[in-house]
């Protein structure tokens, strides 16, 4: 049987729950101090938002997100026992705003038809696979949606976005970003 790790949802309706996943190549959850920043940034709350997790991985994002009131959640996973993990936790917690999805990120986006409020990157760090998905998000991004997203350098998202708000812990930066609008400087 595969190592298990967990983590716990650090507010909301599930505050203090644990979360259990597999040890995974790649899989590194996003630590509670960086969560606690990432939804001061939000606001606390995502009373009513939708929210796209892809690379959900242990699920903390996603979860944290729902606790906090999102109206739905949709995860996107590919590695199938990880993705069964995200599934009962979510049956633990009686998470009916949460949607799954098995498959990878870049055959997901081009598919999926929705607009999201909130888009949470958290993929396998070294691999280049943001500056892939980045060109893919404006058609899923709803007007004044986010994106959330960690890498392992600070992040260059390149022309039509902007760096709203960025941070680092230990060998983790983050980072908010928003689509550039008419008259903005990337300040």
Known sequence: ?????????????????????PQA????????????TLFNWLGQTLDGKTCLDLFAGSGALGFEALSRGARRVVMVEQNPQVLRHLRESGAKLGADRLETVAADALNFLPREKRLFDVIFLDPPFHRGILSLLLPLLPGRLAPDGLVYAETEQALEPGEGWEVWRSGRAGNVHYCLLKRKTEGSDGA
């Open 25 to 36: 190549e790649g899989l590194r959850p996003t630590p509670d101090r960086v969560r606690e």
């Open 1 to 21: 049987m595969a190592r298990q790790s967990k983590v716990r949802i650090i507010a909301g309706e599930w505050r203090g729950r644990p979360i259990n996943f």
